[in-house]
């Protein structure tokens, strides 16, 4: 198998996190979160090339240069938008692609790996964490439904495709105008079996300022594992 190309969509503007900087390049041990995000992909043998999406003005902070296996696109105004201008850089020899959030540092590269080889089989995968909290549907501060928590995961990522259907499912999604937060959703509305893959806890999602006080934790604890 070629190298895997990894997308990390990270042109948002980050309101729930509040400040003028978005989440993904708040400091996390004195570093952009999404630059560990890069760095740890970087290491990975199975990565041929990663390719971050990002609002123009703010490419100066993330103080990674380009290189042949790393490039900076301009963003979109969607998060879709924004996976699609990363793919038009994926290179040709390069036919699984993983979608990584900017803000999740702590993913395993054994889920990763897994994540890969599910996508080279079935077509797409995506790591999925059993919830805990039951989860109601609410309509303003009323209870409508209550789904049945044993079908309900939570998407976490990296989401690894075949390359040819994540340009087809982005294809159409933007020919429908199919707005979606991932791409295993847009996947499965499209058709395509998407291989669900244990996901894992700490693989956390810095979404909040609280979760960040927790991350500078776990840092801590992985550099002196
Ligand atoms: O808002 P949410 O956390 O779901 O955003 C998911 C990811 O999509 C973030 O990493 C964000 O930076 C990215 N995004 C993007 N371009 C946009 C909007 C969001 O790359 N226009």
């Not at 390719?51 to 380009?66: F, G, M, N, T, Y």
């Not at 020919?175 to 291989?195: C, H, K």
Request: glycine share 6%; with cysteine; net charge negative.
């Amino acid at each position: 198998m070629s190298g895997a190309a990894v997308i990390i969509p990270a042109a948002g503007s980050g309101t729930r996190f509040g400040g003028d900087l978005p989440k993904q390049f708040r400091e996390l041990a004195g570093k952009p979160i999404v630059q560990h995000v890069i760095e740890r992909f970087l290491l990975d043998e199975r990565v041929a090339q990663v390719i971050v999406a990002v609002a123009e003005p703010l490419l100066a902070v993330v103080r990674q240069e380009s290189s042949d296996r790393v490039h900076f696109v301009a963003g979109g105004a969607s998060r879709l938008q924004s996976v699609s201008r990363g793919l038009e850089a994926v290179r040709d020899e390069c036919d699984i692609v993983a979608v990584h959030d900017a803000v999740r540092p702590f993913f395993a590269t054994s889920t990763f790996h897994a994540l890969l080889d599910a996508a080279v089989a079935a077509g797409a995968s995506f790591p999925g964490l059993p919830v805990t909290d039951t989860i109601h549907i609410v309509d303003g501060s009323r209870i409508l439904s209550t789904p049945e928590r044993r079908m309900l995961y939570a998407a976490q990522t990296p989401q690894c495709f075949r390359t040819a259907i994540l340009r087809d499912v982005l294809a159409r999604a933007a020919q429908n105008d199919d707005d979606a937060t991932d791409e295993a959703g847009l996947a499965a509305r499209y058709g395509y079996p998407v291989a669900l893959v244990a996901g894992d806890p700490m693989n956390f999602k810095i979404t909040r300022p609280e979760d960040l006080i927790v991350a500078e934790r776990v840092f801590e604890r992985w550099s002196t594992e």
